[in-house]
Structure formats: C-alpha cells, structure tokens
C-alpha cells in the first residue's frame, strides 16, 4: 500500500464517522477537539520537531485567531468568513515581531523566550476590557455555510478536518521543497545551511510565522466551535500541551501531529475523570503526569511514536533516481593561472589566542594548493575566514580581485565558494540525496507560497537532478536514498563534497577530506580531484597525510601557530628545514 492509498483511506473513515447511526457527540466532540489540536502540533512539527526550534507559546497564537473572530463577529458584525483573513494577518504580524525578536535566541533562551511571551499574552487576552477581561467574550456566531448556521458538532467536524487535511497537505509540501530542505537544515547548525546560501535567519522567520498561522486557524475555529472564548486555553499549559503531542507523536512527521493530538487528547480526557477521583479532589492533575511523560519520552524516544507506526507498515520500494531533467546553468570557469584567491596579512584572534597571524597567500585559478601544518595551526580557521563564517580581525581576503572578508558567508557561497568541513556536517535523518541537493539550494530560486502551492516542481526536478547528477560523479549512487547516517564517516566527507559541486562552484575548500579513508579511497578521492582540476575547478584542500597531498598538489602553503612558515612546490616544502622541524617535530 502506498502512503496515498492510506491517505485515502483514512479520509474515507474519518468522513464516515460522523453519519454512522449511534456514534455519540462526545465522540464527535473529542474528534473535534483532537483535529483543531492537530492543527496547532503540526505547526510545532514544522517548527520544533524538523526545524529543531522549540516553542512553548503556540496557544497564544490561537487566542489571536479565536479573539479576533470573536470580537469582530460580536461587536462589529462581521461573517466568520471574512474575520479569517483578518486573524491571519494579525497573528502573522505578532508572530513576525516575535520572531524577530525571539528566533535569533539560541540554545535554552529561545524556549525561555517563548514562554515569556506565551505568558504575557495570555494575560494580556485576559485584562483588555475590549476582550470582555477575564469573561471573554459570548454569543460568538456559527460558522455559515451556504445559508446553513453549523451549530452541530457533526457539521462543524467536516470543516475542522477538512482544515486538518489541507494544512496537511501544504505542510507537506513544504517540506518537500527547496525550502523544506533549508528548514531541515537548521538543525544541523547555522554554519553549514549558510556556506551554501541559506538565509536561516529568514527560514526560522517563515516557519515560526506558518505555524503561527496554523495555531490562528485552530483558534478560529475554536471560536466558532465553542461559541465563547476566554484565556483560559490559550496560556502556558495549553502550550506545554501542544509541545507534548507533537513530539509524543514525533515531531517530524506530518501524520506525527495528527497522532499524537489523538492520544493526547484522549488521555487527557481520561485523566481528567480518573485522576481527581484517585486524589479525591479537583484539579489539573493530569499536567503532572503530561510533564513526566514528557520528560520520560525526551529520554527515551525522541522520536516519538510515528516512526514506530510507520515502520509497521512494510516500506515501498526503492524510491527511482531523480528525472531526467534540463540541466541548471553553469558557471563559466576561469582560465588557468589567473590570480582567484588572496590573503593579505589575514588576522584573526579569539581573546588572547592569535590563532591566523598575518598569513598570506595566493590561490591561482585551476590549481590544487594544499594548506597543511599540525593540529591546532589554523588551517580551518583560515578556511571559516575565506568562507564569511568568520570575520579576520585584520588583514584582507579578496576573490577575483573583489574583498569578501567581512560579508555574510551566503554572500560568499554565492560567489562561488564551496566548502567541506573538518568535522562532517550532514543531516543523518535526511537522505544522502536531500543533503547533496542542499547545495544546490542557491541555483533555485522557489519559495515557501510556491512549495505550498506546488509550483516549484519544474525547479526541484532540475535540482534534484543536478544532486542525483553529483552523487553519481563522485560513486555513492547506491547510497542516494539512505539516510545519511548510515553511511562510514568516510563516504560522508565525500557526500560532503558532491554537496559543494551541487553549488557549482568555482573554488573548493575541503577540509581534511582524506581523514578517516581507507588508501583505496584516498586513491580514489585523489584522481577524483585530478579531474575535477582538469574540468577547471580550484581547490583548496588542508590535508594531514603527507603522500596524499605530495602527488596532487601544485602548490603547498604551511602554517604553525597561526603563522605561515613556508610555501611553493611540494618537493620544495617537504625539504625545507621549518617545516621538518615544525610539521614533522623533527622526527625526519
Ligand atoms: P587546525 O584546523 O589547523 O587544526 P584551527 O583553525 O581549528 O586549527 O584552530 C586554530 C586555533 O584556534 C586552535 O588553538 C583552536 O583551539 C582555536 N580556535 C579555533 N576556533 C576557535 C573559536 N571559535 N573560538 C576560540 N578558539 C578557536
Ligand atoms: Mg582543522
């Protein structure tokens, strides 16, 4: 069975339940409640499960969408109808002014930003006396369709899961987009998805504003549901509530959402009659045990249940390469020898460690340079300044004659400036494919209303290409569609690179690429650059492994201590005396 026919099926079932004779409204009630929560915990998907940026103010997002409907249907007149828009825009622009101010926190603040804010809405919602205080607001009308108010719980079930269903539908395509790929690259830090052109501050933006949205939704139609509204359910605890099933039911996944707001729900529900009889008395009780399920599930299955689920179901074939499509436009390659990189007296110290000292060199276009010298000498430091990931503190680092010290490391990338990293820098949940086609994210240019529309397919079929196309060039084609971390350290720092050719770059930086390959693969790897070199491409490469860097260099550049202490041919190098001394401590 595929997963549409699935689908399918499930939308027949869930369209059924409410005309089978005998199906109680509480029934109807809980599924109502569970698809307005479903559509909130797949906003937190988005967010927090793939985006890996954890929120605990989303029901503050639903209280704007259900007052705002509520205030203008009751004191102003307005249709249900016609407020959405309304709520949309509101919530979208607090979440904007949120975001920015809260998505550039990093580590424990973002989550302690969040609350913070979720808390001050809430009693916000509940001291503006235009919002009715803490009484909120009554006599909200029905949702209306075609002349019919929907006051029964049966009607409004189809609007709400209709809701759920195409919130779905948009949230998955937009993960499986361009954007998707950059949304997902976030959690594999802000270094890497920026040397290839993300602009991550912009990503966090739009996916905290979409699932902002999706929580306005779910607060409209609670409005309209319940036909009152207050704060009650829209401060901390709601939001703590919303975090729990979307990673009880795994935070990746789009059915996850759907999932883990059923059981939630009906837990709760559970817990809510069984727990004040087990203690006797009236109270939130079953937040206790939300929070420790919550703790336990953090330690245990991080996950969450969906991968669990899906692995029931026996996996469909092999997915097929990549179509065939129109190739991307390339870069026209310099012509030989010509001057491409240069340090100037490049500088840079971190507090009292001067870790670049002054070092410059040149990189001439078509040629293989190796920057070599002992652990902790600078060589990844000089390449972070090359690549905008760090600033110089002095000194100049021009490419093509033109300064980029100092610009934004997508500046850089989109020069055409590739790099690898010393420590491997992939997605192991993605596959070997989407973290290759990541490199490729500058040479498209679709954004998240196309993904969601789906009118970014012509563009993501050339760009999946183009990675299928360099996957195939370097000799995992095998491995495209495994996760990345199943694959040996080794064959990653190759991905790595099939990952920097999908920026179609004209200069390459590999840091330390050979480390961790068997001698047949440093072989391999070796004429695999030879070639690269021959098409035109420039290479930048720090390498450990004196041999390997020996026959494919034409030109060494050594560091110590941040210092350059020698450069020129690589038999010249390997007999000058500061680099014996230095490099080899002397031993030769
Ligand atoms: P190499 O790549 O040659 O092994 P690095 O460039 O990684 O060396 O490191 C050079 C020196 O700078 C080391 O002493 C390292 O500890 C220090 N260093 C590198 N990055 C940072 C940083 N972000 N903050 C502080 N010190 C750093
Ligand atoms: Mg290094």
Redesign the pocket.
């Known amino acids: 069975m595929s997963s549409r026919t699935i689908l399918l099926a499930l939308v027949a079932v869930a369209a059924l339940v409410p005309v089978i004779p005998g199906v109680p409204v509480f029934w109807i009630t809980l599924l109502n409640n569970i698809g307005l929560a479903s559509l909130v915990a797949m906003g937190l998907v988005l967010l927090t499960g793939v985006g890996g940026l954890t929120s605990f103010g989303q029901a503050a997002f639903c209280g704007f969408g259900a007052y705002t409907t509520a205030l203008l249907t009751t004191a102003y007149g307005f249709s249900p109808w016609v407020t959405l828009p309304v709520a949309l825009l509101i919530t979208g622009v607090v979440a904007l002014i949120l975001g920015l101010v809260t998505m550039r926190l990093s580590g424990h603040y973002l989550p302690l930003g969040t609350i913070a804010w979720g808390i001050s809405l809430y009693f916000l919602f509940g001291e503006l006396e235009i919002l009715g205080k803490h009484d909120g607001l009554i006599a909200v009308p029905p949702l209306n369709i075609a002349g019919y108010d929907l006051y029964d719980s049966r009607a409004i079930y189809y609007v709400i899961w209709t809701f759920v269903l195409l919130a779905g539908i948009a949230t998955h395509n937009l993960l499986d987009s361009r954007v998707g790929r950059a949304i997902r690259a976030l959690r594999g830090g802000s270094v890497a998805a920026e040397s290839f052109g993300v602009k991550t501050f912009r990503v966090k933006l739009i996916v905290f504003i979409y699932s902002a949205l999706l929580a306005a939704i779910s607060g409209w139609l609670f409005a309209h549901m319940q036909r009152a509204v207050n704060q009650t359910p829209f401060g901390i605890n709601a939001g703590i509530e919303y975090l729990f099933m979307a990673v009880l039911g795994g935070a990746g996944h789009v059915g996850g959402a759907i999932l883990g707001s059923g059981l939630v729900t009906i837990l709760k529900d559970q817990l809510q009659r069984l727990l004040p009889q087990l203690f006797g008395s009236k109270g939130n009780y079953e937040m206790i045990v939300f929070g420790f399920l919550l703790v336990v599930l953090l330690q245990t299955a991080r996950e969450g249940l969906w991968p669990w689920l899906a692995s029931l179901f026996p996996a469909r074939q092999q997915p097929p390469r990549p179509v065939a499509a129109e190739p991307l436009p390339r870069r026209t390659m310099p012509d030989a020898a010509e001057p491409l990189l240069s340090l100037k007296s490049a500088r840079k110290s971190?507090?009292g460690?001067l870790?670049?000292n002054d070092v410059s060199f040149d990189v001439r276009s078509r040629e293989i340079v190796g920057l070599i010298?002992?652990?902790?000498?600078?060589?990844?430091?000089?390449?972070?300044l090359v690549t905008g990931v760090?600033w110089p503190t002095g000194g100049e680092v021009r490419f093509k004659g033109e300064r980029i010290d100092s610009q934004h490391a997508q500046a850089v990338a989109r020069r055409g400036i590739a790099r690898t990293f010393?420590h491997v820098n992939v997605l192991s949940n993605m596959s070997v494919l989407d973290n290759v086609a990541l490199g490729a994210h500058l040479r498209g240019s679709k954004g998240s209303l196309a993904s969601l529309a789906r009118l970014d397919r012509a563009e993501e079929r050339r760009l999946l290409n183009e990675a299928a196309t360099q996957i195939e060039r370097i000799g995992l084609a095998e491995q495209m569609h495994r996760p990345a971390g199943s694959l040996s350290l080794g064959q990653l720092r190759i991905v790595e690179i099939a990952r920097a050719l999908c920026l179609d770059p004209v200069l390459l930086l590999l840091?330390e690429p050979a480390a961790g390959l068997r001698h047949m693969e440093k072989r391999e790897l070796a004429a695999m650059l030879a070639k690269l070199k021959s098409e035109g491409m420039t290479i930048l490469l720090?390498e450990h492994d004196m041999s390997f860097v020996m026959g494919l260099t034409d030109h060494l550049v050594v560091?110590d201590f941040?210092t350059k202490i020698a450069e020129g041919k690589p038999a010249d190098v390997r007999a000058n005396p500061a680099v014996i001394e230095a490099y080899l401590g002397g031993v030769a």
């Open positions: 971190f507090g460690l870790a670049v010298g002992p652990n902790g000498a600078g060589k990844s430091t000089i390449f972070n760090l010393q840091d720090v560091v941040g």
